[in-house]
């Protein structure tokens, strides 16, 4: 059915059509519509499910262990800190092999303090064990979560869907929210591989020792790996049952005849596409390649998407502090003894504007082989070198965050 709705309320929507028996959510921004949402339906009887309120994320993730441990289909969400204080917890679903599905409405870590987007609270995860999904879109949103629940209970691992907060969480459009009876046929009725049962009793996430550690965390890393093969054909049948198409690994476009090949997730991916769409007008063989999902990371398919490109950039919203960006490292693995270059473009830290001229500007110096190894979109340079000065100057400099926002407001009295 098509809806003109806030991403929250579709994302809330598509969790409500796969049933989940259990929902525990703390509020935190840009994720509290989601579970607004779906309290206001609990509450109303439109969803049967146990809406627990709890006191805080750790609580959160700690009642979806218990839920999805005793063969309860379980759900939550959150955002950056609080995905932070629910760190433990989280490595623990992974470890236990629990199907659970956690949407990560993504925004930036403090401190600063800061509740716009970028990638940040995801990639502080992305050891964790669970699979990754992004979307670019809130119809990629929708879809995604229904099949994140085919794919948790499938191979017995977590799904976290990562939605770019506010860019998608609080943007009003048109989606295709699907019928109940679509969704029920994607989703069978839930069946655990394995329960907390009182009438069987057996002790869960016990002592493990040198002997037997390594073997543990050897099948873990299977079990997630084994979701490359499992989604394609998963996303299919969902594609055939939706009728359009629904993303699992990788997403190329325009990448036939590519010699610059730009790679990103999420949002960002839209304003992309605009700028390789002006480019290829312009004559350029420029393309792109989205990753889907980023855990576990697709070697194959990025291999062989890239196996045409003299040349890749890569736009991500976080990096590594000390050392550089998180999805280009990745891609560089990928792409070892190759000799392409590999360029990693900066983007949108702290939910900061992505505008297309300054990516046309950087594919631009990609294709005439200008561009630097590392660039911060956007960087503002005198800043920088006004706080770099004072540091050098003086021993107690003081919070660079609080320096720099007198700078700015000094510059726009003058």
């Keep these: 059915m098509l809806q003109q709705i806030e991403g929250s309320r579709a994302v809330a929507s598509a969790v409500a059509l796969c049933r989940p028996n259990v929902v525990c959510a703390y509020p935190i921004s840009p994720q509290t519509h989601i579970i607004e949402a779906i309290g206001a339906m609990v509450k109303a009887g439109e969803l049967d499910a146990e809406f627990v309120n709890v006191d805080s994320e750790m609580a959160a993730m700690s009642v979806l262990i ?32 629990l199907p659970a599905v956690m949407t990560l409405a993504n925004r930036a870590l403090g401190a600063p303090i800061n509740i716009w987007n970028d ?25 995604l979560h229904i099949l994140a629940f085919s794919l948790a209970e499938e191979l017995s691992v977590p799904v976290m869907v990562c939605v ?5 969480t609080h943007a009003i459009e048109r989606v295709d929210v699907p019928e109940q009876t679509q969704v029920d046929r994607l989703l069978a009725p839930f069946e655990p591989r ?10 869960i996430g016990a002592m493990v020792g040198p002997d037997a550690f390594t073997e543990v965390r050897y099948l873990a890393s299977i079990r997630l790996s084994r979701a490359l093969d499992v989604l394609p054909p998963l996303a299919q049948r969902h594609s055939d049952e939706l009728a359009r198409s629904v993303p699992s690994l990788v997403s190329p476009y325009r990448l036939d005849d590519a010699d610059v090949v730009v790679v990103a997730m999420g949002s ?12 290829r007008d312009d004559g350029h063989a420029i393309g792109a390649l ?16 890239l196996a045409g490109a003299s040349r890749v950039v890569v736009v991500e919203k ?33 939910g900061r504007p992505v505008w297309a001229a300054s990516l046309r500007t950087c594919f631009n110096e990609a294709v005439d082989a200008t561009l630097s190894e590392t660039t911060f979109l956007d960087l503002d340079e005198e800043v920088v070198a006004r706080e770099v000065d004072r540091m050098a100057a003086t021993r107690r400099s003081g919070p660079s965050a609080e320096n720099v926002l007198r700078d700015l407001a000094e510059r726009s009295r003058t």
Excluded at 164 to 168: E, K, R, W, Y
Excluded at 322 to 337: E, F, K, Q, R, W
């Design 119 to 143: 990638h940040s609270d995801a990639m502080s995860v992305r050891d964790a064990g669970w699979v990754q999904l992004f979307a670019e879109t809130n119809q990629e949103a929708i879809d």
């Design 194 to 203: 394995h329960v907390l049962d009182p009438h069987d009793p057996v002790s």
């Design 318 to 350: 976080a990096f590594s502090l000390g050392y550089g960006g998180i999805l280009a490292t990745d891609i560089a693995l990928v792409l070892s003894g190759r000799g392409i270059p590999i360029h990693t473009v900066i983007a949108g830290l702290g």
């Design 268 to 279: 960002v991916l839209g304003t992309i596409k605009d700028v390789i769409d002006e480019m």
């Design 66 to 97: 218990g839920a999805s441990a005793v063969g309860a289909r379980a759900y939550t969400a959150t955002a950056s800190q609080g995905l932070l204080y629910m760190m433990e917890a989280v490595y623990n679903v992974a470890g236990l092999g």
């Design 164 to 168: 770019d907060g506010f860019i998608l």
């Design 290 to 305: 989205g990753v889907s999902c980023f855990r576990p990371f697709p070697k194959d398919q990025i291999r062989d998407a």
